[in-house]
């Protein structure tokens, strides 16, 4: 098994790769966990036109923002990732929502 570098340790792009692709399988892993809250919302909230909400939405990116500006990661690219997550989060637990309780 190869050894994961650190990111300014790669040498070569053999470990540059091998750390991104390990980062890979951690971030799915994270966002099953993600989803797993997803699916607890959907068999909590009370009704399905409370999935949406953008109050909350707008609250989840800005605080992706600001994480993203603390580790000095570009915020523009982190924003536009999360709103991807967000809709897709919103779009599962709909799907969620009607095949558990519709």
Known sequence: MTQILAGPDCTT??????GVDQLDRELVT????????????ARIKPSRDRVRDEYR??????????EA????????????MWET??????AYELA???RTRG
């Not at 994270?30 to 919302?41: I, N, T, V």
């Not at 997550?85 to 919103?90: D, Q």
């Open 57 to 66: 939405k707008a609250q989840v990116i800005d605080q992706a923002r600001a």
């Open 30 to 41: 994270l966002l099953a966990r993600r989803f797993a809250y997803m699916d607890a919302a």
């Open 69 to 80: 500006r603390r580790l000095g990661v570009p915020e523009a690219v982190i924003a536009e």
């Open 13 to 18: 792009m053999a470990e540059v790769r091998a």
């Open 96 to 98: 969620t929502f009607d």
């Open 85 to 90: 997550l967000v809709e897709g989060s919103i």
